[in-house]
């Protein structure tokens, strides 16, 4: 082995082996079928290290259940049609959709992509991850198109689906609808305006509002029931200041007496509040804000104006006219779209939404179903289903995007949908296959211009890696094998998209299917920045491009810096733990370079009768650590099985077992011929044992040694797809692990006594007295003199039985050692 690990030039080699070998293809890994519904990274710019950290985190899983005996299909895939990958062209490339057309829109979307998922890919190999990449979707892919058309016209089929006219989360900046999913809490710095209105008899009203603007929108007034002070006014109207027209002053119970002056206006909209009280009173639409986020015409003096400047020029003339009793600072929550952080206005629009709210039930009950890890995940997405309070709209106003396969009939509003044959299928590109309306055999066919939302497709994620591992693209929807691929094993994702992604295939696979989507769930934390804000592409707030770090550190490092954070657990990068990482490749390397020459000519299937007490003492060792590793990978404790192996690594491994076997590995003369033999036996099964354990998390440096030291040319290619099953044997030797202890702390303290005479360690000592109080084990200590001897470098040793005379007085070059139990 070459005196230092060249993690570049290895790491490269590796990746067109493991490519060329077809490494971790399922069928190149026997056993029971275990999959993982990969999460599809968005294509919307370059990857952080946050992702580095939740990806390898999953491959370190995908790693050790392919070593515990699973045929793992560990596929991949990009999200990359959908809001988030439109708005990242539109910045690369400085264009605008509206100018260049859809068509051509779309096509430089495309092109955008394809550039981008290979720098993703690439990346992905280099840090390791253990992904079958002939399993690849697209989310854009003609497939997965397919496939999200069809599971729509099934949902509508299934009444699932509805199309209503109707009030819409709406963000003017991004110009879509969007989802209660993709909504985010701020707070911000506002004003409590009272402000005057004029009842019937001319008398002054205040309300009390924090969107002047809207006055233009204004429907009704509102006061509670139980309020003695407004009971007079109900049915009759209010002047609205400024624009003259009446509204109808009316009682609801949701209004709060003590809030303001007790009564309040309704818009259309400034809430969700004027949404429920619009819908219930079956009051009129009054539309303020266009779909550009500027006022319509009809606003008369705020026409043109965006919210901020359309406040502050109500609030101006307002007060020109008195009308503007106070204002009160206030800091309160407001909703913002969770892609730009702006805020969010609602609008009426046609659009299609999947039915949630009646289902609700249905959908805590299958969280009931899947194991979280860690657990208390599961109430982060209860309490998501519990305070619903929306369908999922499924329109976006988009170019970029998967259409909704629909056109509707001009002279019977049909809505018409071709048969799955004919899917994917573009109705602003395409005619309707069917030529006329099958209802009324009308021509006039007018195709629906929206798209879906990105998270309708990513839902279907399942039944995607389906129609993968299936390598066809059929239907999966119908596949005869679904139940046998349905529910998957693992979806590992972030915590902060367990209400879009989780939740909606959740939604989907129930659906479709009445099937959970898969067994277990698995979360992972964020990384944070130094301003303890969750690392964004859209931020610009991550200092470590990953790239960079690859080529300072490597990659194995970086991987052990991802496998020291816990599940669900945000983690602030920390340079200083890749360090760590990086010591512990080197360390590996070492010694192994140590053990290189007294292991390359063991056969390991010729056991020798005979182990010795050191040996049966680190084989016990090492299958404690495997058990105990096990057991917390099982529970997907990832980090807690990091630790153990590395305390034996360092601690028992290293310190103890290398230090006192290597007297006898040099002087093989000096011992008995099959001491030596079965202790490089040993030293070769335990350091195959070790690099087992540590393949998941460093897996370049340990498949580089596995090739150097332990692949023959009829074994297996590579150490992941070794078993622990054929190479971790349970061993158990209890007396020899209670006499290693003891010669253990002998060593120990030895080693103590130097270091605290500030004496080498390899200073040889002309006498030491061993004082050992335990009748039953003084004979086996003496038994290993030799062994003793040759780690503290004593010239002669005495074994006394019981207790040290504490008048007995160190002597220049003579020791004294107690050993208690």
């Known amino acids: ?167 819409a989360i709406y963000c003017t900046t991004c110009r879509t609808s969007v989802a209660q999913a993709e909504l985010d809490d701020i707070q911000k710095d506002t004003f409590f305006n009272d402000i005057v209105f004029v009842d019937k008899d001319g008398k002054d009203l205040v309300i009390s509002t924090t969107r002047p603007e809207l006055l233009s929108s204004c429907v009704a007034l509102f006061f509670h029931p139980d309020d003695a002070r407004y009971k007079k006014l109900q049915g009759t109207n209010a002047k609205v200041p400024l624009f003259g027209f009446e509204v109808p002053i009316l009682a609801d119970e949701t209004v709060e007496i003590e809030k303001g002056t007790g009564l309040v206006m309704c818009c259309t909209f400034g809430d969700t509040t004027d949404i429920e009280w619009f819908k219930k009173h079956k009051l009129p639409y009054k539309q303020s804000v266009g779909f550009n986020g500027r006022w319509i015409e009809s606003t008369g003096l705020l026409a043109g104006l965006k919210a901020k400047e359309a406040r502050a020029t109500i609030l101006e003339e307002l007060k020109k006219n008195n009308l503007v009793l106070s204002q009160k600072p206030i800091s309160h929550s407001v909703n913002v779209h969770e892609r730009c952080k702006k805020e969010i206005e609602f609008v009426m629009l046609k659009q299609w939404f999947l039915n949630l709210l009646d289902y609700k039930k249905e959908f805590l009950a299958l969280a009931e179903q899947i194991h979280w890890y860690p657990a208390f995940m599961k109430s982060r997405y209860k309490d998501w289903v519990q305070n619903l309070r929306w369908d999922w709209c499924l329109s976006r106003q988009r170019f970029y995007g998967i259409p909704f396969p629909i056109w509707y009939c001009k002279d019977c509003n049909e809505v018409v949908y071709p048969e799955y044959k004919d899917l994917p299928i573009d109705p602003q590109e395409q005619p309707f296959p069917g030529g006329n309306c099958p209802k009324c055999d009308c021509k006039k066919l007018i195709a629906d211009t929206d798209v879906m939302d990105t998270w309708n497709t990513s839902s279907l994620s399942p039944y995607i890696c389906l129609q993968l591992f299936n390598k066809n693209t059929f239907s999966p929807l119908m596949a005869e094998t679904q139940e046998e691929f349905i529910p998957m094993g693992m979806r590992p994702q972030a915590h902060d998209i367990i209400r879009t992604w989780a939740f909606y295939t959740i939604v989907k696979t129930w659906f479709h299917n009445k099937l959970i989507p898969w067994k277990e769930i698995v979360i992972s934390g964020h990384v944070l920045s130094d301003k303890k804000e969750k690392l964004s592409k859209s931020k610009g707030n991550e200092p470590f491009a990953p790239k960079q770090l690859l080529k300072r550190f490597p990659a194995d490092a970086i991987r052990y810096w991802t496998s020291t954070g816990g599940l669900g657990k945000d983690i602030a990068f920390s340079e200083t733990q890749i360090k760590i990482g990086s010591r512990l490749v080197t360390k590996i390397w070492n010694a192994f370079r140590f053990a290189a020459p007294h292991i390359q000519e063991i056969d390991p299937q010729s056991s020798p009768e005979e182990f010795g007490v050191v040996n049966e003492w680190i084989l016990d060792q090492m299958s404690k650590t495997f058990t105990q590793y096990k057991n917390y990978f099982e529970k997907h404790e990832f980090s807690l099985a990091l630790d153990t192996i590395e305390k034996f690594f360092w601690n028992t491994f290293c310190d103890n077992y290398l230090e006192l076997i290597k007297p006898m590995l040099f002087n093989e003369k000096d011992y008995d011929h099959s001491e030596v033999i079965a202790t490089q036996y040993v030293l070769y099964q335990v350091g195959l044992r070790t690099l087992q354990l540590f393949a998941p998390y460093l897996p370049f440096v340990t498949e580089t040694i596995y090739d150097r030291l332990y692949k023959k040319e009829d074994s297996i290619l590579s150490i992941a797809q070794t078993q622990f099953a054929t190479v971790q044997t349970p061993y158990t030797y209890k007396q020899s692990v209670e006499i290693m202890e003891t010669v253990v702390a002998i060593i120990g303290s030895v080693r103590k006594l130097k270091t605290d005479q500030q004496l080498s360690l390899k200073i040889p000592l002309a006498e030491l007295v061993i004082f050992i109080d335990n009748a039953e084990l003084f004979p086996e200590i003496k038994n290993q003199r030799q062994l003793i001897a040759g780690v503290t470098q004593a010239e002669k040793i005495l074994f006394k039985e019981g207790e040290k005379d504490n008048k007995i007085e160190q002597k220049k070059g003579l020791w004294y050692i107690q050993v208690s139990n």
């Open 1 to 167: 082995m070459e005196k230092r690990f060249d993690f570049q030039a290895e790491q490269e080699k590796l990746i067109k082996k493991w490519q060329k070998e077809q490494t971790y293809k399922p069928k190149n890994n026997p056993g029971p079928l275990f999959t993982i519904d990969t999460p599809p990274p968005t294509v919307s710019g370059s990857l952080h290290i946050g992702h580095i950290f939740s990806y390898t985190q999953t491959d370190i899983i995908a790693r050790y259940k392919r070593m515990n005996g699973h045929s793992v299909f560990y596929p991949f895939g990009f999200d990359d049609n959908g809001l988030p990958t439109e708005r990242f062209v539109e910045k690369k490339l400085k264009i605008r959709p509206q100018d260049l057309g859809r068509s051509e829109f779309i096509k430089k979307c495309l092109e955008q992509t394809q550039i981008v998922e290979k720098e993703f890919e690439d990346l992905w190999q280099n840090i390791g991850l253990s992904v079958d990449w002939d399993s690849v979707y697209s989310t854009i892919s003609e497939p997965v198109r397919r496939l999200s058309q069809e599971s729509f016209i099934e949902l509508l089929k299934k009444g699932y689906v509805y199309r209503k006219d109707e009030p």
